[in-house]
C-alpha cells in the first residue's frame, strides 16, 4: 500500500474530489481525517471507509476560521500522534459576475473560503511536520487560463499555486514537499453550478460542450495525481504545479 499507516487531513472531504482523495487515501492505508463544515457529508465519507475496514475520523471544520483548525489538528494528534500529510481541498466557486459587480464582500469571502484556508491548515500542520523533518501539502488549484467572470475563484487559486511555492522553498531544508494541481475538468456540483450560470455568465459554452460529449471526467481519476504526491513516488517533487490534464502527467500516472 502506498501510504500504509500515515495519517492524511483531508478538507472539504466531504463530497466530489475531496471524498474522492479521502477515499482512495484510506484504500492505500492511510489513516484519513476527513474535515469539512457538514457533519453529515463527512460522517458518511468516514463510514465509506469503515465500511472497508480503514481507519478514519470526520473532525466538522470551518477551516477559515483559525480556532476550528486548530481544534482539527488537536483532535488529529490525539486519534493518531501526528501529521503526515495535508491536502488543501476545501473551497467554493464564489460569484459568477463582471468583476466590477462584484462587491467587496463577495470578494473577500471567495479569498478567504478558497486561500486563507489553505494558509491556516498549512500553518497549523507545519510545526509537526518540521519536528519529525518530513511531510506533504498539497493544494488543490485550477488553470492558469482565464475564465471570465470568476475572477475572485480563479485569483484565489492562483494564491494557491504561489502559496505552494513559497512554502516549498521555506521548508525544503526540513524535507516537506509542497505542490499544486489542476484537477482539471470534473463533473461536480461545482461545475454543475458553473453550467448552470450560462454561457452569457461564464462567457464560454466549453463546459457545455464537455458535458454533453462526455468528457467531464470523474474526481476518482485526478485523486490519482493527488496520491502519487502524497506518496513515496512524489518524494523528489517540490513547489510545483502539475496539470491533471497534462499529457505529461497522465503518462506519469500510467506508470504506477
Not at 134 to 163: E, H, W
Request: hydrophobic share 40%.
Amino acid at each position: 500500500m502506498k501510504l500504509q499507516d500515515k495519517v492524511a487531513i483531508v478538507t472539504g472531504g466531504g463530497r466530489g474530489l475531496g471524498r474522492a482523495i479521502a477515499l482512495l487515501f484510506g484504500k492505500e492505508g492511510a489513516n484519513v481525517v476527513v474535515a469539512a463544515p457538514k457533519q453529515n457529508q463527512i460522517e458518511h465519507v468516514v463510514q465509506e471507509l469503515k465500511v472497508l475496514r480503514k481507519n478514519a475520523i470526520a473532525v466538522q471544520t470551518d477551516v477559515s476560521d483559525e480556532a476550528q483548525v486548530d481544534h482539527m489538528i488537536q483532535k488529529t494528534l490525539e486519534a493518531y500522534g501526528t501529521v503526515d500529510i495535508l491536502v488543501n481541498n476545501a473551497g467554493s466557486r464564489g460569484p459568477i459576475a463582471p468583476t466590477n459587480e462584484i462587491s467587496l464582500t463577495e470578494w473577500e469571502e471567495t479569498l478567504r473560503v478558497n486561500l486563507t484556508t489553505a494558509f491556516l491548515c498549512s500553518k497549523a500542520v507545519i510545526p509537526t511536520m518540521i519536528g519529525k523533518k518530513s511531510g506533504k501539502i498539497i493544494n488543490i488549484a485550477t488553470t492558469l487560463t482565464p475564465r471570465p467572470n470568476l475572477t475572485p475563484y480563479m485569483v484565489a487559486k492562483a494564491g494557491m499555486i504561489s502559496l505552494a511555492k513559497q512554502l516549498s522553498r521555506e521548508l525544503k531544508e526540513f524535507n516537506i514537499q509542497v505542490n499544486a494541481i489542476h484537477p482539471g475538468v470534473m463533473d461536480t456540483r461545482m461545475q454543475e453550478e458553473i453550467r448552470k450560470a450560462g454561457t452569457k455568465a461564464i462567457g464560454t459554452d466549453m463546459f457545455e460542450r464537455l458535458k454533453e460529449e462526455g468528457l467531464l471526467h470523474s474526481p476518482d481519476e485526478p485523486a490519482k495525481l493527488v496520491l502519487f504526491l502524497a506518496s513515496k513516488a512524489g518524494d523528489g517533487i517540490t513547489g510545483e504545479f502539475l496539470s491533471f490534464d497534462d499529457k505529461e502527467v497522465k503518462f506519469l500516472l500510467s506508470q504506477e
